[in-house]
């Protein structure tokens, strides 16, 4: 119980040191999950601050994809899973009787963790989203629509002259940026990424690293990942996660140079996870 | 007799052999089982395959042979006279020597020597099984004698036995291929038979079907008619009926299995809507006669139509109803294999859970529901007892479904049915009819199964 006060104190007071003009855009209070008697989060406070990459890092089990996937409710689909606390998007509770999960999803885009093209062309991947919420009422708009993400996703030049074939048929890294590019065609605030890099090669990983530090221009990201050396290259902020709680969240810089704490330290210099 | 003591012989020795070779090798090693090559079972099942294999083989060899030996030598021992006869003669003689051995009365005075070549035949049979009895007994006897010599640590029983096994397994599928070789080739002959006496241009295109044929020369209407059509008709007709109920009502019900219900729900409800299939087509048909006809009839007078009390809809729909379980657990499982990281990357972009399905799911899953629908279609063709106890006999050429139709499957059982002479046109038409289902059947099972592997390509 001391150490999760003490982390909690820890995350609030070191929350937003150094750039303090930057707006917060998704908070977390108190958040706890349950998976039927199972707690997988012991209440979780996290900023994450508006245009700003935020990497969610830490041992396998350490709860991070489950917090990720708190911030646009795709918990709903996992049964008997049970959501308490406090989140909020731009003042708005997440969880609130008057939002509706599947507009939350819509401003709270998802990149998967193995690149789940739909059995489409690439054309009708990226304007599936913008087809179901209504955005392009014509043909031409919904080719810029298409165009635009692809072109933002830094995918347009390899598939400008493929755009009826199948999405499956493209390498595992173009179908990561293809699945980042259909998120992006829904123009959500929010991106979150759960371990985006995982199943791809290491120049498909320089790929998606570069496009993500692009993207933080217009979106924010948040990321979770058991790559440090991603976490260090591609964040601002890194939140250390280990066994449901949030033990420190600090600049990513502070984090992998000066831990607070000593699990954070044995974390990232490898004693364990 | 013999040859049943011979079998319960062969066990015992392959029993007993076991035991042999698994202690031998075991004492082979001093009890050191990890220096043997195989597991000492492995040599145990090495000496009861050669104690019991080859006699086994010569047991079948003689029970498949037996008959046809012994046949000859008697043959050979007959006087000249009863012998140098035409082949007809010979079976006859064959028939009394058979009926003779077997002390059945041939109904005339027999021969003295066809009575003095059945005793010989008799006594030949008699011989024989019990040579087999002691010659398979010794050859089991030194089989397993061998095979426990040849034990030694070094030797490679497992692969040996596997050998064995694996031949085993290949006799195994060829017995199934081997039977429908034996099914389509009677079909193809019989039916060329058909095709003799009828022509086939006017089987497939002809629009009169009515297969009764005169007995005597001098009977009125002497020559039937086989024209097809009406009957493909048919069946065409309660195909579709059958299939407008079963896919809708089948699909939706899949899909609320795999992506509404509940997994308690789905645990309550799968096993209840497979009962549906087991129930016996014949119930159904119960069913569709009593229940489903009468029921559209009275539906169809009360609103001014003629329906016959025998029509092509009720058989249609109960025949539906009857097909929907496998509608249903087909798609189920092709949907269930839909990967679950497409739903999630839709549901991430805020899609509903119809539009999921809709536009996710449902074009995912479309090879492997065609391919379940196509093999409903091909049960459809083929299912018997529901037309022919609902939807009757008549071979109206008609698409109104309120009529009665009868189906190629329907004129089939009735033209087999009770005594019936093989070499009208009446009866072979039966193996006509059977092969143009065959080929139709195997077509679109053909199809179905392509369209299914190239689905599986895509997600492993």
Not at chain 1, 202 to 230: G, S
């Amino acid at each position: 119980m001391t150490t999760q006060t003490q982390s909690r104190m820890g995350a609030t007071m070191n929350a937003p040191s150094a750039l303090p003009a930057v707006p917060v855009k998704m908070q977390a209070r108190d958040v706890k999950v349950f998976y039927g008697a199972k707690q997988a989060l012991k209440g979780i406070n996290l900023d994450i601050q508006e245009n700003r990459v935020m990497a969610l890092i830490g041992p396998s089990g350490c709860g991070k994809s489950t917090f990720l996937r708190c911030l646009n409710r795709m918990n709903d689909t996992i049964e008997n899973c049970r959501v308490e606390g406090r989140l909020t998007i731009d003042g708005d509770d997440i969880y609130g009787r008057d939002i509706d999960p599947v507009q939350l999803r819509a401003r709270v885009g998802m990149v998967f963790q193995k690149p789940n093209p739909f059995p489409k062309s690439i054309y009708d991947n990226i304007a599936y989203g913008p087809r179901i919420h209504g955005m392009a009422s014509h043909r031409d708009e919904m080719d810029e629509v298409v165009q635009k993400s692809l072109q933002r996703a830094g995918l347009w030049n390899e598939v400008k002259d493929r755009l009826r074939e199948p999405g499956t048929g493209l390498s595992g890294g173009q179908q990561q940026r293809l699945c980042i590019a259909r998120a992006i065609a829904v123009s959500p605030d929010v991106i979150l990424m759960d371990e985006p890099c995982s199943a791809l090669d290491p120049i498909a990983t320089a790929h998606i690293e570069e496009l993500i530090d692009e993207l933080r221009e217009n979106y924010t990201i948040v990321i979770v990942t058991h790559n440090m050396q991603q976490a260090a290259r591609v964040s601002q902020k890194t939140a250390f996660f280990h066994l449901g709680d949030m033990v420190e969240c600090d600049d990513t810089e502070e984090i992998f140079t000066n831990p607070r704490d000593e699990r954070t330290q044995g974390y990232i210099t490898g004693r364990y996870g | 007799m013999q040859l049943t003591v011979l079998l319960v012989v062969l066990a015992v020795l392959a029993v007993v052999g076991y035991h042999l070779g698994r202690s031998r090798a075991a004492n082979a090693v001093g009890g050191r089982i990890v220096q043997l090559h195989s597991v000492p079972a492995y040599y145990g099942a090495y000496v009861a395959l050669w104690a019991g294999l080859p006699a086994f083989l010569l047991f079948v060899a003689w029970g498949v042979s037996e008959g046809w030996l012994v046949m000859q030598m008697v043959l050979a021992g007959l006087p000249d006279r009863l012998t140098s006869v035409d082949a007809q003669g010979i079976a006859l003689l064959k028939a009394d020597l058979l009926n003779l051995a077997h002390g059945l009365n041939t109904g005339r005075q027999p021969d003295p020597a066809v009575v003095a070549g059945a005793e010989h035949y008799n006594a030949l049979r008699q011989l024989g099984d019990w040579a087999v009895l002691g010659f398979g007994s010794a050859l089991a006897v030194a089989g397993l004698w061998y095979a426990r010599e040849r034990i030694s640590p070094r030797m490679r029983a497992r692969n040996q036995v596997e050998r064995v096994i694996n031949i085993v397994l290949i006799g195994c599928s060829l017995v199934a291929i081997l039977t429908t070789v034996g099914i389509v080739l009677s079909l193809v002959f019989e039916a060329a038979r058909f095709f003799m006496a009828v022509n086939p241009l006017e089987f497939l295109f002809g629009l009169h079907w009515s297969p009764q044929m005169a007995i005597r020369a001098d009977q009125v209407g002497s020559s039937g008619s086989f024209g097809a059509v009406p009957l493909f008709a048919g069946t065409l007709l309660i195909t579709v009926i059958a299939m407008l109920v079963a896919v809708p009502v089948g699909l939706m019900a899949a899909i609320f299995m795999s992506e509404y219900a509940t997994p308690r729900m789905r645990t309550a409800l799968k096993p209840i809507l497979e009962v549906l299939a087991g129930i016996p087509t014949v119930v159904y048909g119960f069913f569709a006669a009593l229940t489903m006809a009468p029921f559209v009839r009275r539906i169809g007078d009360a609103v001014g139509l003629d329906v016959s009390s025998e029509s092509a809809l009720a058989a249609g729909v109960v025949m539906g109803v009857m097909i929907i379980p496998f509608v249903s657990s087909l798609s189920d499982d092709v949907i269930n294999a839909v990967p679950q990281s497409l739903r999630d990357g839709s549901y991430g972009l805020g899609a509903t859970k119809s539009e999921t399905i809709k536009l996710v799911v449902m074009p995912a899953a479309l090879p492997g529901i065609v391919a379940a629908v196509m093999l409903a279609v091909s049960r459809a063709i083929g299912e018997t007892m529901i037309v022919t106890m609902a939807a009757g006999l008549s071979a109206n050429l008609t698409a109104n479904p309120l009529e009665a139709v009868t189906t190629v499957t329907t004129q089939i059982a009735t033209l087999l049915v009770g005594d019936q002479e093989f070499d009208s046109p009446k009866t072979l038409s039966a193996f006509g009819l059977g092969l143009v289902l065959f080929i139709v059947t195997l077509t679109l099972n053909m199809i179905a199964l392509r369209v299914v592997q190239k689905y599986r390509e895509k997600y492993d």
